[in-house]
């Protein structure tokens, strides 16, 4: 917000500049001093109120993209853990009814955990589609494990 406003202030200045610009009386100044009046007097506040406005309008879409993936990032969490509730399988209409979430998202996470190959498709024999986390079906057996070098 400070540099919207400090970003308003500097156009609003060189706006003002302008004005005075325009009704100062420069006809016995040289075309050297007109140009350098007016690109300190006006260019250079403008430039820097365009910049520190713009530079607020890229931080709000960077911390709308931040807010959006940190959602996923939870809702990722959120399907995971209900897969190891579930045995490592769900469908998508229980993802939706136990989180509460809308379908086109839910499709989108499952879609990127299939993506990242955490997850895999199967079908069932009337078509229902199950999502298979195999990494979570096989978490029972991390008791057994041995190190790297021993196996």
Do not use: W
């Not at 939706?96 to 879609?111: F, R």
């Amino acid at each position: 917000m400070n540099k919207l406003l400090g970003g308003i202030g500097l156009l609003s200045l060189s706006g003002f500049m302008l004005l005075g610009f325009f009704r100062a009386d420069l006809s016995n100044q040289s075309t050297v001093v007109k140009g350098m009046t007016f690109g300190l007097g006006i260019g250079l506040p403008m430039a820097a109120g365009l910049g520190l406005v713009g530079s607020h309008r890229r931080d709000r879409k960077l911390l709308a993209t931040h807010i959006v993936n940190s959602r996923l990032l939870v809702l990722r969490s959120e399907i995971l853990k209900l897969a190891q509730q579930n045995q490592g399988k769900l469908t998508e209409i229980e993802i939706i009814s136990e989180l509460g979430i809308e379908p086109a998202v839910a499709n989108e996470v499952l879609t990127n955990l299939c993506n990242q190959d955490l997850a895999e498709i199967e079908m069932t024999q009337s078509g229902l589609l199950v999502y298979v986390f195999p990494d979570i079906q096989q978490l029972p057996t991390k008791h057994s494990s041995r190190g790297l070098l021993d196996a």
